[in-house]
């Protein structure tokens, strides 16, 4: 990638001597010691974006850029990661340039490549203390080690070479910390997920990229719908857009783009986690970790003019969907959709309200407002779903718009009859599943409301529909007064059923949503069970009453599908089958309850994970976090202290490292408790106290506390310590001179 660089006007006049900045021989340990360690936030991440990224180069410069790299990610079977390219072979001189001297790059004068920086082939140094390189050419393998030496400085060495069939290429090979697996595992779904041309893995391990569908794309972009799990308000994020410069994908934060133009809103609205932007190589500036952007006057200039194209583009798609909607209903039709903050098009409705007409109407909303018209003349009622509980009422309630979307069905009373009108509808909602509206129009009650509203809705004539009897829609009786009719809910007939758990979780659904009917033979068939009652889990002797609740509600079985997520099995298709008919699988062979399946699950998974350790890990984690916030392991100031201080002995660096080894190694189902919960929920005991914690935080913590005494001070006065201006940089300075002092009082 071509470097920006700027042009200096500099006045000598007057000078009489002048010495070059450079580097002393006895700096070299440090200055590599800090381009090692120092450099990268995230280890796991530099490793594999720095040599994947350099691979992807190889086949750009050999013109295979279509061939995909292959990596092969540790497994306990193998504990190596493997980054392997089929591009220029390279000879010994040439390895030694490259991997030898820091801030070497071949790659500076052309944007066809990532590479710039001369620092990331040596980047595996951040994660160990040596790593293997082999170059395949002209038949032959050459391999060399890169080590740490004690000079600190390093040393690569060929350690011969060998014939071979192998393609022409290079392979980079790092040994792996067992614990490590995983990390590396989760660390290659994000760095290889904007990749043009994915790496093939080898390994064993199936990654799982975000690969959501594309609902708008455009030369160099594409808005994606919503991440699975999105719901609404509460995950309605801004600031998070993607942009991508070779194949890494960078968040932008449009605040830090410090823009202040007219369409603010709508570029703001824009750069979210929807958008992904492909940028060309040199049209941003990031930062010397290659791990986030550096917002420069030319990366805003960059995102801003990007980000006013897509909304140009976007526009065009926009109204190509508007221009299909031959009525302004279909229209707010199609807002409604977009509306919606699940919909993934949620960002849109300001472009939509200030650039789209139709009909010569305004499309800002997904409804026709009934307000505008006087009551007298237009009466608008909707027909009601049923409310929870073991029965229902539906009834014709007043209502102040009409909601337009694909259920929608507008009823015209045109004999403004009072009586009679519940049976003609009922039809309509429950064997069409329709969203009905009876409306009563009076006067010029119509001719009002199109002109006021552009109203041209298509209408059924209620004297036009049929008028069955209230008792041949099946569980419909007697009259309840007042137009309202009790009903029993259909499942209420069926004895087995089926459980549906993409509903699992929603909290204000009725019971019997979450079951489908279902028929099985218990006889021949297998599976899992669960007894329910009341469209509940059936629950005998249970322990505590809190406890029962819980197993007892599906509502709360959302725990279940969050562990097995984490804990990477699969949910089984659970038929549920009513009290009344558990003498109909209880005791079959080829049938097991649903708790028991849970617990041999489970059981199985702990069993073949060292998860003692990972607890005990865990807890250490949790309990060694200090109530006063000076220090916390995993927080953007925390980082931030780390790379400021100067000394890799301090206690507070190491106390850093300790907890960052046992955070990486945490399944993510030991991570979040989500293990903790499922084992308590289903009756599994998790033994916690049988494995001590790789490291002891607390009395790191202690030996932290001793060396620094002054931050004791912070405690009670500073308990935000990270909103104050410049705090981190101060705490950092503090530490330093400490750990100064006290090397020259031990060289003493």
């Avoid at 295979?64 to 980054?83: G, Q």
Wanted: proline share 3%; glycine share 6%; charged share 30%.
């Amino acid at each position: 990638m071509k470097a920006q660089t700027t042009t200096k006007q500099v006045t000598t006049n007057g000078i009489q001597n002048s010495v070059s900045f450079g580097i002393k021989e006895g700096g070299f340990a440090h200055i590599f010691n800090v381009l090692r360690n120092q450099l990268y936030s995230n280890k796991y991440q530099a490793v594999l974006r720095e040599y994947a990224t350099n691979a992807v180069d190889a086949h750009v410069e050999a013109d295979i850029e279509d061939r995909p790299i292959e990596v092969t990610l540790p497994n306990p079977m193998s504990l190596e990661l493997k980054i392997r390219d089929f591009g220029p072979a390279l000879t010994d001189k040439e390895i030694q340039d490259i991997y030898a001297y820091y801030g070497e790059s071949t790659k500076r004068n052309t944007n066809k490549q990532t590479g710039m920086l001369g620092i990331g082939s040596k980047s595996a140094f951040a994660y160990g203390d040596n790593f293997v390189i082999n170059s395949y050419y002209g038949g032959k393998k050459h391999v060399y080690n890169a080590y740490i030496d004690p000079s600190q400085v390093g040393q690569i060495a060929k350690l011969g070479e060998e014939n071979t069939d192998e393609e022409n290429g290079i392979e980079i090979v790092i040994p792996v910390k067992e614990n490590d697996c995983d990390t590396f595992k989760d660390t290659a779904e994000e760095i290889f997920q904007h990749f043009k041309v994915r790496p093939i893995i080898h390994g064993g391990h199936q990654l799982d990229f975000d690969d959501r569908d594309t609902l708008f794309e455009g030369k160099d972009w594409k808005w994606r719908k919503n991440k699975e799990g999105y719901n609404g308000y509460y995950n309605h994020h801004k600031g998070d857009g993607i942009a991508v410069m070779g194949n890494i994908g960078y968040p932008m934060d449009f605040d830090s783009l410090n823009y202040d133009g007219e369409d603010y809103a709508e570029l703001q609205s824009l750069c979210s986690s929807n958008l992904i932007l492909q940028i060309n190589i040199g049209d941003l500036e990031i930062s010397a970790s290659r791990e986030k952007l550096q917002y420069t006057d030319h990366t805003i200039n960059s995102i801003i003019k990007k980000l006013k194209s897509v909304k140009k583009d976007l526009l065009n798609e926009i109204k190509k969907q508007f221009a299909d909607c031959d009525s302004l209903f279909s229209a707010k039709c199609l807002y409604g959709e977009i509306d919606n903050m699940a919909s993934g098009l949620y960002e849109f409705r300001e472009l939509i309200s200030k650039n789209i007409k139709v009909k010569g109407h305004n499309v800002k909303t997904d409804n026709f407002y009934l307000g505008k018209v006087e009551l007298e003349e237009v009466e608008a009622k909707k027909l009601k779903k049923p409310s929870s509980g073991r029965g229902f009422r539906l009834r014709l309630e007043p209502v102040g718009s009409i909601v337009c979307n694909a259920k929608t069905v507008i009823v015209d009373n045109d004999k403004l009859e009072s009586r009679g009108i519940l049976n003609r509808v009922l039809a309509l909602h429950m064997e069409q599943d329709k969203e009905v509206y009876v409306v009563n129009f009076r006067k010029n009650g119509l001719s009002k409301l199109k002109k006021e509203t552009g109203f041209d809705a298509p209408m059924l004539k209620l004297s036009e529909l049929p008028k069955p009897k209230l008792n041949e829609f099946e569980g419909y009786g007697s009259s309840q007064g007042s137009g309202e009719y009790a009903a029993k809910d259909p499942k209420s007939y069926s004895k087995v059923f089926k459980l549906d758990w993409e509903t699992i979780g929603n909290w204000h659904d009725k019971a019997s949503d979450r079951w489908e009917k279902h028929s099985v033979d218990f006889d021949k068939d297998s599976g899992v069970y669960l007894l329910i009652d009341r469209f509940q889990p059936h629950v005998e002797g249970c322990g505590s009453v809190s406890t029962y609740n819980r197993i007892s509600d599906l509502r709360s079985w959302r725990l279940v599908k969050n562990a097995a997520k984490l804990m990477g099995f699969d949910l089984p298709e659970i038929v549920g089958v009513k009290l009344a008919a558990r003498n109909k699988v209880e005791g079959k062979e080829n049938w097991v309850d649903a708790h028991t399946w849970l617990k041999q699950k489970v059981t199985q998974w702990i069993e073949s994970s060292n998860i003692e350790q990972h607890i005990a890990n865990r807890i250490e984690l949790s309990d060694s976090q200090p109530n006063d916030h000076i220090f916390r392991f995993n927080s953007d100031e925390s980082e931030q202290l780390v790379e400021l201080l100067v000394d890799d002995n301090s206690p507070v660096k190491k106390m850093y490292q300790a907890a960052n080894e046992m955070s990486h190694a945490l399944p993510k189902a030991a991570k979040d408790g989500a293990l903790d919960e499922l084992c308590e929920f289903i009756g599994v005991n998790l033994s916690k106290e049988t494995s001590e914690p790789t490291h002891n935080l607390n009395k790191m913590l202690d030996e932290v506390y001793e060396r620094y005494e002054m931050l004791t001070l912070l405690e009670s006065v500073n308990r935000t310590w990270n909103r104050k201006e410049n705090q981190v940089e101060k705490i950092a300075n503090y530490i330093n001179v400490i750990d100064v002092c006290n090397a020259n009082n031990s060289s003493k």
